[in-house]
């Protein structure tokens, strides 16, 4: 049993209201139980909603917004569900602010080195974070 991005598995939860379904992770539920979570929602956030970005130790929007607190709340909800579970491995989408593993999009979109605020503590908590790139 594994936590994964809810977006990959076809939710509509990204921030323009869309997915990011992938076939990967479609034929992944064959063999694999995938928990889907949107560390973004879980925080609170609707969908649609503004993009946002890691700046520092904030996480802002596009206008300007301080929306730290929902992505940690977030990413707090996520590890509870990964306790809850036992689960010691999650997939997450690569690029997210919340959930991206070794990149993340900067202020000036463009994607560069980093990782998100969901994957981030789930790491710190000896939780293995893969992307959808690295199945
Ligand atoms: Fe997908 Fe994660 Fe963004 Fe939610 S927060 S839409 S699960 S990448």
Request: charged share 30%.
């Amino acid at each position: 049993m594994k936590l994964c991005s809810a977006c990959l598995l076809g939710i509509k939860c990204r921030y323009d209201g869309k997915s990011n379904l992938n076939k990967k992770i479609i034929r992944l539920l064959k063999k694999e139980i995938l928990i889907p979570v949107c560390p973004e929602q879980l925080g609170g956030l609707p969908t649609p909603r503004e993009p946002a970005c890691v700046n520092g130790k904030k996480v802002v929007t596009e206008s300007g917004k301080d929306v730290t607190k929902n992505f940690k709340r977030g990413a707090e909800a996520v590890l509870r569900i990964a306790k809850l579970y036992g689960i010691k491995e999650a997939i997450m989408k690569q690029g997210s602010p919340s959930c991206g593993s070794k990149k993340i999009y900067s202020v000036s979109k463009k994607l560069i080195k980093g990782i998100g605020i969901t994957a981030k503590l789930l790491k710190k908590n000896g939780i293995k974070v893969i992307s959808e790139e690295e199945l």
